[in-house]
């Protein structure tokens, strides 16, 4: 099972950007069943969470998000996605894609995000 994130880069202050997570080698309906996450690390500090979706789409977010980021999740292309706007530079970061469950803990490599000022 491999996660593959995509569209990290630089972006200017008040940009968007939109990362995407996809899962290999693994079926739709565990795919479905995990909970899904971003958590990103910056340069000397712990690796934090970002948002969250459930099985059941709940969706739960870091209080520095404030509105700004958007989790979605499309099971049938075994994606999760984190759509971020109105970006800041203490945003920049290292993000990482997480599919969870009480039986396993799956990262992806990571895609940086920069926010310049």
């Known amino acids: 099972v491999h996660l593959v994130e995509s569209g990290g880069g630089l972006v200017q202050a008040g940009g968007s950007l939109r990362l995407s997570c996809k899962a290999s080698?693994?079926?739709?309906?565990v795919f479905w069943s995990k909970r899904k996450a971003w958590y990103r690390q910056a340069p000397g500090k712990q690796?934090?969470?970002?948002?969250?979706?459930?099985?059941?789409?709940?969706?739960n977010y870091a209080d520095f998000v404030e509105g700004r980021f958007t989790i979605s999740r499309d099971n049938s292309r075994k994606t999760v996605s984190l759509q971020m706007n109105s970006l800041k530079p203490e945003d920049t970061a290292v993000y990482y894609c997480n599919l969870a469950d009480e039986d396993s803990d799956l990262w992806g490599q990571g895609t940086q995000v920069t926010v310049s000022s």
């Open positions: 690796r934090e969470l970002v948002a969250a979706i459930s099985s059941g789409d709940v969706t």
């Open positions: 080698g693994m079926i739709t309906s």
